[in-house]
T-cell receptor
Framework: KQEVTQIPAALSVPEGENLVLNCSFTDSAIYNLQWFRQDPGKGLTSLLLIQSSQREQTSGRLNASLDKSSGRSTLYIAASQPGDSATYLCDRRPGGTSYGKLTFGQGTILTVHP | ETGVTQSPTHLIKTRGQQVTLRCSSQSGHNTVSWYQQALGQGPQFIFQYYREEENGRGNFPPRFSGLQFPNYSSELNVNALELDDSALYLC???????????FGPGTRLLVL
């Protein structure tokens, strides 16, 4: 059973659009949730980290929200640019003794056309 | 750039061989986690090392093993390679088991 699910799997939009990427998780007992960006064949770059006590985090054109009760996080990208094209991954860090085990979704592949 | 480095960047092996991948953690970090990322999938947690001890393990067989050295760099060893082991192997370092993880660029392993 998929513990972390990301929707949509892929998204292709023209430049300038505002975007919403969704991440849902089955276990609401989380320590924190993090959004990453991954360029093709590369490692992961951290975008935003939301602690379990927080509701949202913002960095520039990015805003991430967390709703533990519904098991959901949303990444909002404003005024998208071609440079935003990448795979976006969310990961849930569980609480308790499993805190080292990040659980990733499969990612959303974003393409922004000029 | 996160300061986490991995070597080699690419590797080709044949089925049944053994491989060692290396990771140098960011300065000041004492924790290293390893992940396997198959094509088109999210990373899967292999294990974590904290101060030279294994601190958690995912659903990987014992032929996946690791080490962490006194300088907190780490190795991932995979014995008896299988075709399905072909993947991008990522390591991430952090200042503690619960802290934000910073990822290296990965090692791409191809098993023929």
């Amino acid at each position: 059973k998929q513990e972390v699910t990301q929707i949509p799997a892929a998204l292709s939009v023209p430049e300038g659009e505002n975007l919403v990427l969704n991440c849902s998780f089955t276990d609401s007992a989380i320590y924190n949730l993090q959004w990453f960006r991954q360029d093709p064949g590369k490692g992961l770059t951290s975008l935003l980290l939301i602690q379990s006590s927080q509701r949202e985090q913002t960095s520039g054109r990015l805003n991430a929200s967390l709703d533990k009760s519904s098991g959901r996080s949303t990444l909002y990208i404003a005024a998208s640019q071609p440079g935003d094209s990448a795979t976006y991954l969310c990961d849930r860090r569980p609480g308790g003794t499993s805190y080292g085990k990040l659980t990733f979704g499969q990612g959303t592949i974003l393409t922004v056309h000029p | 750039e996160t300061g986490v480095t991995q070597s080699p960047t690419h590797l080709i092996k044949t089925r049944g061989q053994q491989v060692t991948l290396r990771c140098s953690s960011q300065s000041g970090h004492n924790t290293v986690s390893w992940y396997q990322q198959a094509l088109g999938q999210g990373p899967q947690f292999i294990f974590q090392y904290y101060r030279e001890e294994e601190n958690g393990r995912g659903n990987f067989p014992p032929r996946f093993s690791g080490l962490q050295f006194p300088n907190y760099s780490s190795e991932l060893n995979v014995n008896a390679l299988e075709l399905d082991d072909s993947a991008l192997y990522l390591c991430a370092s952090s200042s503690g088991p619960k802290q934000t993880q910073y990822f290296g660029p990965g090692t791409r392993l191809l098993v023929l």
